[in-house]
């Protein structure tokens, strides 16, 4: 495989689960991040990893928690989401440093119910 | 802080006719970089072109061409000989040199008709 690859495409949810989403690059990036992207909205970051240490943080609130074992494997764990939590979950990775582009994942959906 | 701004929500256009998308952004750094992103409906965000600040030569990718006015903090997408592939949302990026971070336009819904 190639390129940054998201899991699971679709999740549905209720407010009292628990869920993991996950997203691998394939690229040797050294950064990698997670975007909420809700309709007619900018992309919001949410979370930066560079070099696996976390630089950012942008007041994401803690039912959202993110882990990044290594530079090619990123987690989003969930927890007693909210329905407005219901949106595309994007995944990227860069260079970091380089004023770069990013490659993005496919994204997951997710629906709180 | 740093914003960006497109101020058309949604354009449409024959297959074959040239279009242009609009991006305005406002910042105080003077050394950055700009993209324009598309999401087809498959909804991977794939670069279409970017733009480095200090260069003053406009970007070009094949069909795709920016203007690039950094005193007016302007950077439109041109989109030559529209194809139906083309239809997709375009968003378009500031990243600023101090720290790396994107920072997103709404976005522009393009439509492509046959």
Not at chain 1, 21 to 30: A, D, I, M, T, Y
Not at chain 2, 15 to 41: M, R
Request: charged share 20%.
């Amino acid at each position: 495989e190639t390129g940054v690859t998201q899991t699971p495409r679709h999740l549905v949810m209720g407010m009292t689960n628990k869920k993991s989403l996950k997203c691998e690059q394939h690229l040797g990036h050294n950064a990698m991040y997670w975007y909420k992207q809700s309709a007619k909205k900018p992309l919001e970051l949410m979370f930066v990893y560079n070099f696996k240490e976390q630089t950012e943080n942008n007041s994401v609130p803690s039912r959202f928690s993110p882990e990044c074992p290594n530079s090619s494997h990123l987690f989003l764990h969930l927890h007693t989401l909210q329905p407005e939590d219901s949106a595309l979950y994007l995944c990227a990775s860069s260079q970091w440093g380089r004023g770069t582009e990013a490659f993005f994942g496919q994204g997951t959906r997710l629906t709180v119910v | 802080a740093q914003t960006v701004t497109q101020s058309q929500p949604e354009m449409s256009v024959q297959e074959a006719e040239t279009v242009t998308l609009s991006c305005t952004y406002d910042t105080s750094e003077s050394n950055y970089y700009l993209f324009w992103y598309k999401q087809p409906p498959s909804r991977q965000m794939i670069l279409v072109i970017r733009q480095e600040a200090y260069k003053q030569q406009n970007a070009t990718e094949n069909r795709f061409s920016v203007n690039f006015q950094k005193a007016a903090k302007s950077f439109s997408l041109k989109i030559s000989d529209s194809q139906l592939g083309d239809t997709a949302m375009y968003f378009c990026a500031f990243m600023k040199q101090s720290n790396y971070q994107l920072i997103w336009g709404a976005g522009t819904k393009l439509i492509i008709k046959p």
